[in-house]
Antibody, heavy 120, light 107 residues
Framework: QVQLVQSGAEVKKPGSSVRVSCKAS????????ISWVRQVPGQGLEWMGG????????NYAQKFKGRVTIDADDSTNTVYLDVRSLIFEDTAIYYC?????????????WGQGTLVTVSS | DIVLTQSPGTLSLSPGERATLSCRAS???????VSWYQQRPGQAPRLLIY???TRATGIPDRFSGSGSGTDFTLTINRLEPEDFAVYFC?????????FGHGTKVEI
């Protein structure tokens, strides 16, 4: 049974960048899709994009293309999310989650979430 | 993008009652590619249903999903105290993947 453990909370200034990590343990990792989903506190969920670590193939929501990078380190079973040019509206909880492939893209399990606060 | 509209926004019920949650898509969702999640306060979402009607591992059979095309439903029979939470639907039939804004089931 795979478990996803994310890095800790971050406080960043507008215009800066943040890198959030998601480490998988307990099951094969690299052949599945690992996606990032964010949630503004008290609001809905927004899919940002995902990666298949084995191949390095990525798929991004159009909204985030050019400002977000998802990459993976297969040797450490870790996926990373980089968000650049942060704005106040990027304040959210960022979750990583696993799915089987791009077609069967339901999410199970999820990481515990990482709160990113953008504040001046 | 496919917009998912969930209704009602809030459902006020008592333990033992049935909850019926709706998720309507702005266009037909391919291959019934809809999933449902439960989120309790301070926790990550938890998968309940995928492929519109298949229960995830370990999910009690009081949870059931149905629907196709643009209309999907999550039914919770005999509400237990731990079922009071927010429920989200998600479509993965086309990119970008999108979620509904959630239905809160409260006592």
């Amino acid at each position: 049974q795979v478990q996803l453990v994310q890095s800790g909370a971050e406080v960043k200034k507008p215009g800066s960048s943040v890198r959030v990590s998601c480490k998988a343990s307990g099951d094969s990792f690299s052949r599945f899709v690992i996606s990032w989903v964010r949630q503004v506190p008290g609001q809905g969920l927004e899919w940002m994009g995902g990666i298949i670590p084995m191949f390095g193939t990525t798929n991004y929501a159009q909204k985030f293309k050019g400002r977000v990078t998802i990459d993976a380190d297969d040797s450490t079973n870790t996926v990373y999310l980089d968000v650049r040019s942060l704005i106040f509206e990027d304040t959210a909880i960022y979750y990583c989650a696993r799915s089987y492939n791009w077609a069967e893209n339901w999410f199970d399990p999820w990481g515990q979430g990482t709160l990113v606060t953008v504040s001046s | 993008d496919i917009v998912l509209t969930q209704s009602p926004g809030t459902l006020s019920l008592s333990p033992g009652e049935r909850a019926t949650l709706s998720c309507r898509a702005s266009q037909s969702v391919a291959s019934s590619s809809v999933s449902w999640y439960q989120q309790r306060p301070g926790q990550a979402p938890r998968l309940l249903i995928y492929r519109a009607s298949t229960r995830a591992t370990g999910i009690p059979d009081r949870f059931s999903g149905s629907g196709s095309g643009t209309d999907f439903t999550l039914t919770i029979n005999r509400l237990e105290p731990e079922d009071f939470a927010v429920y989200f639907c998600q479509q993965y039939g086309s990119s970008p993947l999108t979620f509904g804004h959630g239905t809160k089931v409260e006592i």
